[in-house]
């Protein structure tokens, strides 16, 4: 608990800190030309992706089980997921959604849910950085070493635990859990990583399903960055957003803080600046990011207060 306080604390004291520099005034005046028709737009943008989300999850829990769960309970869990995410650090609320499908199905296992959860977010991790590095380095030109190198070594980061993840999970059972039983705190995981592992596999041949629902969901959060930019009136075309979105949204998986809170905010003003953007205009884009997203997870709220 005091750990998590203290996340809140930094994360409110870096969004402070930003306000005090930038003068509340000038952030102030912003808001006030919001176009709110385009704020609209970029949430139907980001629950569509929410609905595709939720359109995997169910594809592949039926993949994995034969539970035939209606896709409005299973919308309503991964909704769940996604609020959880948007307040804890590193984003780790999400694996709050095989708890709530458990209570649509109590014949669904944790196991199950979990793995139609974690490999394809080893893959979404390696897509990410996949973006993350052409964007860097389509816009090496526009962007300044002091920003691509941190966001270039959170890339790497994110590199390593995806491919780590879809290792573990796709690997040889045999290898992976003789190195698990030798660590003295995971030996009485044994026998539920074993079971991890054979549900995993069997949604190994969905690779390219997965690939493709990612990349369409790359392009909607992408267009609610668009419209949100538009809503301030930016004028960055579309393949910055689509670019940006994965070098940027890293940033939020960074545990100092829940979901990156200020952490990317201030990568948002930096980078916004190098394309001409006013501090000010970046700093209210970054807040309206979040709270677009967070207004439509919002939906799932009844979820995590049951």
Known sequence: ?????????IGIAIIALILHRLGPYAVYEVFTRIDLSYFII??????TYDILMAVRLSYLLKVISNHDI???EIFSAHIGGMIASDVTPARSGYFLTPVFLRRKDENLTLIEGM?????PQGIEFILKVAGSLLGAFLLITTLKNVITTPLLFAGAIFLVLGGLTLLILWSGEESSLKILSKIPVMKRFVDEFARLKEESIKIRSEVPFILLLYMICWVLVAL??????RSLGFN???PIYFLLHPLLSILAFVPITP???GVMESGMIGVLY????DPAMGFAFSLLVRANTIAVDLIGIREVTL
């Open 1 to 9: 608990m005091k750990k998590r306080l203290l996340q809140i604390i």
């Open 42 to 47: 970029a949430a139907a943008a980001y629950l």
């Open 70 to 72: 209606p896709f409005q």
């Open 115 to 119: 793995a139609a959860i974690l490999a």
């Open 224 to 229: 609610q960055w668009m419209f949100i930019g």
């Open 236 to 238: 960055l075309s579309f």
């Open 259 to 261: 979901a990156g809170l």
């Open 274 to 277: 190098l394309f001409g953007i």
